[in-house]
């Protein structure tokens, strides 16, 4: 009797044990599945390079790789990159500009997300995905694109930053929705120049 209840005790600590390291083990792989952030290399020309964070020099980089928060990607003369981010989103760098990736993050359950980026050089487009422009207009999203003397936040899907290092000005162009046809044949662009610390919404 004894054997066969200690038997049986010895069996239910197994189990718990074993049930115990299931759920453990399925919470981390829910919020692998549900929490997402970086971006990817979608499409390149020329000579693109990265410098990851805690790294000291540039590597050369192929389409399909990520890019995490404390990275840069940089475009030579001639070169450019497109970048897709985990809300549908799309970046577009420029020759001769450096982006670093400030923080990216993307909850797919609360649906809530953060994109924000540093341009030190150069020029990028941004066209943001329609989701994110309703999250930001509720307030449970981010958009921001930062250079050394202003602050660019969405406000609308489609805008240009770029950065003029030996001037020292920032200028945004807010541009037409390529995805609608109505608004592409129009002429809606508007553009900003900042020549110091600012922040708007465009």
């Avoid at 038997?7 to 083990?25: D, E, K, P, Q």
């Amino acid at each position: 009797m004894g054997r066969g209840r200690r038997g049986r005790v010895c069996g239910g600590l197994v189990a718990a044990v074993f049930a115990g390291l299931l759920v453990l083990a399925m919470a981390d792989g829910a919020r692998a599945q549900t929490v997402a952030g970086g971006a990817e290399i979608k499409q390149m020309t020329g000579r693109v390079e990265v410098l990851r964070k805690g790294q000291n020099e540039w590597a050369p980089v192929t389409t399909g790789a990520k890019l995490v928060d404390g990275d840069q990607i940089r475009a030579h003369a001639g070169a450019s990159a497109e970048l897709a981010l985990p809300d549908g989103s799309t970046l577009f760098l420029a020759e001769n500009s450096r982006l670093a990736m400030t923080k990216v993050e993307f909850d797919d359950v609360t649906k809530t997300r953060t994109s924000a980026f540093h341009l030190a050089v150069g020029k990028v487009r941004a066209l943001v995905s329609k989701a994110a422009i309703e999250l930001l207009r509720s307030r449970q999203s981010n958009f921001v694109i930062s250079t050394p003397t202003a602050v660019a936040a969405a406000r609308g899907t489609h805008y240009e930053v770029s950065y003029d290092v030996t001037q020292k000005v920032t200028r945004v162009a807010v541009l037409p929705d390529p995805r609608v046809p109505e608004a592409a044949e129009g002429d809606h662009d508007s553009s900003y120049t900042l020549s110091q610390n600012a922040a708007d919404r465009f």
